[in-house]
C-alpha cells in the first residue's frame, strides 16, 4: 500500500462549489503539506503543518484552508472553487529534523489530484 | 531573489549518452539538504537522490550523481547511460534545516531520443 494517499485522484467542479481534497499517510511523519503545480510549472507551497495544532501559510495560501484532522490527516478545501485553481494538487509528508539529516528527510509525495474547475 | 534555479527548461539526450540537468540553490541557513525529483508523464513525484550541506562527497545514486558545488552554490544532477525511460520533468529541491521550509525550481524537460 501507498505511504501517502489522495483521495480524490481526478475531480472535475463547477465555479463557486466547494471542494475538499483529502491526504492519509502511514509514514508516521509530523509534518504535511499542500502544493499546487500549474502546467510546465514547479510546484508552489499552499499551506504546511509541523503537527496537529500548528499550521502554516505558504506563498499562495489566498482561496484555500486546510484542516489537519490527526497526525495522519491533512485536507485541503477550497471554499469557492474558481477556474484559476485548476491545477494538479500533490500532498507531501516529512519528517521531523533528525538531527543528522539524510534522504529519509525528504518529502515523499503523494500520487497527486488532479482538479479541473469549470 | 530565487531560492532554487533551473535554467535549462528542456534538454535532449542521445539514447545511453551522459546528461547533467542544472541547479544553483541560495541561501543563508548553514544546514541545508538539496534534493532531486523525477516527475514522468504520470504525474508523480519520484525522489532519486539527496545531497546534504555538510556532506564532502558527492552523492550516488545508481544512474544518478549530484556534483555539488558548495562554494558556487550549485547541484547539478548527472545521469550516465541515458534510458527512454529517464523522459520527464525534473525539479530540484532544497529543505533549510534551520528555517524549516522545501522550495523547488521550476523543473527541466528531458528528453530521451532513441
Known amino acids: 500500500d501507498a505511504d501517502v494517499t489522495q483521495t480524490p485522484r481526478n475531480r472535475i467542479t463547477k465555479t463557486g462549489k466547494r471542494i475538499m481534497l483529502e491526504c492519509s499517510q502511514t509514514k508516521g511523519h509530523d509534518r504535511m503539506y499542500w502544493y499546487r503545480q500549474d502546467p510546465g510549472l514547479g510546484l508552489r507551497l499552499i499551506y504546511y503543518?509541523?503537527?496537529?495544532?500548528?499550521?502554516n501559510k505558504g506563498e499562495i495560501s489566498d482561496g484555500y484552508s486546510v484542516s489537519r484532522q490527526a497526525q495522519a490527516k491533512f485536507s485541503l478545501s477550497l471554499e469557492s472553487a474558481i477556474p484559476n485553481q485548476t491545477a494538479l494538487y500533490f500532498c507531501?509528508?516529512?519528517?521531523?529534523?533528525?538531527?543528522?539529516?539524510?534522504?529519509?528527510?525528504?518529502?515523499?509525495f503523494g500520487p497527486g489530484t488532479r482538479l479541473t474547475v469549470l | 531573489a530565487q531560492k532554487i534555479t533551473q535554467t535549462q527548461p528542456g534538454m535532449f539526450v542521445q539514447e545511453k549518452e551522459a546528461v547533467t540537468l542544472d541547479c544553483t540553490y541560495d541561501t543563508s541557513d548553514p544546514s541545508y539538504g538539496l534534493f532531486w525529483y523525477k516527475q514522468p508523464s504520470s504525474g508523480e513525484m519520484i525522489f532519486l537522490i539527496y545531497q546534504g550541506s555538510y556532506d564532502q562527497q558527492n552523492a550516488t545514486e545508481g544512474r544518478y550523481s549530484l556534483n555539488f558545488q558548495k562554494a558556487r552554490k550549485s547541484a547539478n544532477l548527472v545521469i550516465s547511460a541515458s534510458q527512454l525511460g529517464d523522459s520527464a520533468m525534473y525539479f530540484c529541491?532544497?529543505?533549510?534545516?534551520?528555517?524549516?521550509?522545501?522550495?523547488f525550481g521550476s523543473g527541466t524537460k528531458l528528453n530521451v531520443k532513441p
Open positions: 529541491a532544497m529543505r533549510e534545516w534551520n528555517f524549516n521550509k522545501f522550495y
Open positions: 507531501a509528508t516529512a519528517s521531523r529534523d533528525s538531527g543528522t539529516s539524510g534522504s529519509s528527510d525528504t518529502q515523499y
Open positions: 503543518s509541523f503537527d496537529v495544532k500548528d499550521i
